[in-house]
């Protein structure tokens, strides 16, 4: 097999580069990158690619790093490819932020490598990951538990940052690599910490793969299939999702909103994967989001649930149902996170009134009887000015609050007045009201006005408010 034949197949059907681009490849000094700077650096010479090694020294294996160093700078300078190092005090780092030693490590890595095709403007950044680590990777998913995504392995090219990281070995095994390696007299190290099983990946490969491959001598191809399989699936079907978020899902800076019915409507699988990507859009912390809360959110919007409901559904986003509206929010947005109480006054001066916290405003007119008009809308009151005590007041809802509705005997709950309106749960607490200074509750803008302060015949000066909601 000519392997670096094999590369320039794989990139041209998987668009990893193009002829002029500047590409940073990772050399760890192992034989995959090596391979992989080997083959790079034949192919650059004909198709136009200008190629930068990196290599990074991650200071936990001391004689073994240093080694490793310099026979990547050694291989770099014989094929005339410019190598950029650095020595990292992983111990350290990994003390001060309390991060378990592989994660710091791909960290502080992925920093180096990203500093690296910025200073030699690289549009990519070529990782050496091939197809034994590709079923590694798809059989670790499958024990800790996953879905198609999951499935889908290591991706051949991502997007991170401003660079593309792209995987050129996914259809190469190591078995290829190292014959490569012995063909073309390409110098490597083998890391030794590669046969500690205190990693879980070093457990799959050392044991868990060649057991299981007893049953089914070909486990590692169908693993790697079962991930290009799963890859195409996956991306078609994000696609899908995609085209259906900017379909049906109302959008805000800090909320995402979805009429139950549009959401019931999908297929179920649709369904899922919609919410995942509106949390995605909503925050970057969304990995530890279970299935069992994406489903709870998914059902919450079933026929049968609640009319009203929600959940906190981690990574500060909220979820709520309203009545025939799913709603996600981020915890830091005013309609949740900032629940205080608020009360604004209103002199006989006051023209106009802007109540922030809940995104509602009022307009004050004084008029005499002869020029007064009547409300066009519940969202326009008038009142007679000499039955009301200043400074008026608009404040939000407290416990016990109830108005004497105009035209029913007695009083009733503001809350009560809230339900029979289906006001979303949400947006009661800020909902704005309107008291004189006794505490008298005069009215509720878009819902209804009370009894107090009506307008005759022999009124002489009329307020008229018109209220407006964001």
């Known amino acids: 097999m000519n392997l670096p034949n094999e590369l320039e197949k794989m990139a041209a059907e998987r668009g990893l580069w193009s002829s002029g681009d500047r590409i940073v490849v990772a050399v760890s000094g192992g034989p995959d990158s090596m391979a992989l700077l080997h083959m790079l650096s034949v192919i650059a010479k004909e198709s ?9 020294n991650h200071g936990f294996r001391i004689e073994e790093s240093a080694h490793e160093l310099l026979v990547v700078q050694a291989f770099a300078k014989q094929l005339g490819v410019i190598c950029e190092t650095t020595c990292l005090d992983m111990p350290s780092y990994i003390e001060e932020t309390r991060m378990k030693g592989q994660a710091a490590s791909r960290v502080r890595r992925y920093a180096f490598l990203h500093d690296v095709a910025a200073k030699h403007g690289a549009s990519k950044i070529a990782l050496a990951h091939h197809a034994d680590d590709q079923a590694e990777t798809v059989l670790m998913r499958v024990i800790r538990g996953t879905g198609l ?46 046969n500690e099983r205190y990693y879980f990946r070093n457990i799959i490969r050392l ?47 800090d909320e995402c909103e979805i009429s139950c019915v549009d959401l019931l409507g999908l297929h ?23 299935f069992e809360q994406i489903e709870t959110m998914r059902l919450a919007a079933s026929t049968q649930a609640p009319a009203t409901w929600r959940m906190d559904a981690g990574a500060g986003i909220l979820c709520a149902r ?75 809802r407290r416990p016990g609050d109830r108005i004497h509705v105009l035209g029913l005997n007695g009083s009733k709950k503001v809350q009560d007045m809230f339900v029979d309106e289906k006001i979303a749960p949400l947006k009661r607490e800020l909902y704005p009201l ?34 407006e909601n964001e």
């Not at 136009?48 to 990074?56: E, P, R």
């Not at 070909?218 to 900017?246: C, H, I, P, Y």
Request: overall charge neutral.
């Open 434 to 467: 309107l008291f004189d200074a006794t505490g008298r509750l005069l009215w509720i803008p878009g819902i209804r006005r009370s009894n107090f302060a009506l307008t005759e015949l022999h009124t002489k000066d009329v307020l008229f408010i018109r209220a």
């Open 48 to 56: 136009g690619l200008s190629i930068i090694a990196a290599h990074a």
């Open 149 to 194: 995504t999951g499935l889908a392995g290591i991706l051949s090219k991502r997007r991170e940052k401003n660079v593309e990281l792209i995987r050129p070995l996914l259809r190469m095994n190591k078995s290829d690599l190292l014959r490569y390696c012995q063909e073309h007299q390409i110098p490597y190290c083998t890391d030794s910490s590669n």
């Open 268 to 290: 179920v699988a649709l369904q899922r994967r919609l919410i995942k990507l509106i949390l995605s859009y909503l925050s970057k912390e969304t990995e530890n989001i279970s």
């Open 322 to 396: 309203e009545y025939g509206l799913m709603r996600w929010l981020r915890i830091s947005h005013p309609t949740i996170h900032d629940m205080s109480d608020y009360a604004l006054e209103a002199g006989l001066d006051t023209a106009s009134l802007t109540v922030e916290q809940s995104g509602w405003s009022f307009q004050f007119d004084y008029l005499a009887s002869q020029d007064s008009r009547k409300p066009a809308s519940r969202y326009e009151a008038c009142f007679d000015v000499s039955k009301l005590s200043y400074p008026l007041i608009v404040r939000n």
């Open 207 to 253: 044991d868990i793969l060649p057991y299981l491959s007893r049953h089914n001598p070909q486990l590692s191809q169908s693993l790697q299939r079962l991930a290009e399989v799963a890859g195409a699936e996956d991306e078609w079907m994000e696609k899908q999702t995609e085209a259906l978020f900017a379909q049906l899902v109302k959008l805000s800076p």
